[in-house]
């Protein structure tokens, strides 16, 4: 199975402040990842596809970007409504997996 | 407007069966293939099942191969969960989801199975 290895674990985030987020594949998966943001008590959201295509009614401060094995989800400007956990996930081979996640805090 | 809506979680003992259950609606189910997702408290997520829109194919991960058995009724718009001889890594929130081209683009609330004796 493909390993995503996500980065970091953990990271705090002022109003305001552009943040990233790294996903990187055991292999290369062709810009077949997609990002997902879970709030607290809620099921996972759809943010990004295909590397970098934003989902539809996703704000346009969230970008994706990467290829081969190492890609990044970007927010340019951290809102209090960004708060919760971000997943990458690989579609480019079954069965399909999940980053470890990244807890994102307004500091 | 898409809804999948997932009933059947509960607190069950190890070695236990349990069936979840997922309505669909907003879309034509029968249509496409649909999956079980699940999330250990404070945890990630897996991908455990998926199931062709014809029931014609059938794939699990390895962790509950044997043991889950995922199958739909696209007369009802419902996606079924077999879950037998469970165990307490089995513990976690279980959600449907609708996949468009590779990436899971409806979740269902989820459904939580605790598996402790």
């Known amino acids: 199975d493909i390993q995503m290895t996500q980065s970091p674990a953990s990271l705090s985030a002022s109003l305001g402040e552009t943040i990233s987020i790294e996903c990187l594949a055991s292999?290369?998966?062709?810009?077949?990842l997609a990002w997902y943001q879970q709030k607290p008590g809620k099921s996972p959201q759809l943010l990004i596809y295909?590397?970098?295509s934003l989902q539809a009614g996703v704000p346009s401060r969230f970008s994706g970007s990467g290829s081969g094995t190492q890609y990044s989800l970007k927010i340019s400007s951290m809102q209090p409504e960004d708060e919760g956990d971000y997943f990458c996930q690989q579609s480019y081979k079954f069965p399909n997996t999940f980053g470890a996640g990244t807890k994102l805090e307004l500091k | 407007e898409v809804q999948l809506v997932e009933s059947g979680g509960g607190l069950v003992k190890p070695g236990s069966s349990l069936k979840l259950s997922c309505v669909a609606s907003?879309?034509?189910?029968?249509?496409?293939?649909m999956h079980w997702i699940r999330q250990a408290p404070k945890k990630g997520l897996e991908w455990i099942a998926l199931i062709y829109y014809d029931s014609s194919n059938k794939y699990y991960a390895d962790s509950v191969k044997g043991r889950f058995t995922i199958s739909r009724d696209n007369s009802k718009n419902t996606l079924y969960l077999e879950m037998n001889s469970l165990r307490s890594e089995d513990t976690a929130m279980y959600y449907c989801?609708?996949?468009?081209?590779?990436?899971?683009?409806?979740w269902g609330q989820g459904v939580m199975v605790t598996v402790s004796s």
């Open positions: 295909g590397a970098n």
């Open positions: 292999e290369g998966i062709s810009s077949y």
């Open positions: 989801a609708k996949k468009e081209w590779g990436y899971f683009d409806y």
């Open positions: 907003g879309f034509t189910f029968s249509s496409y293939g």
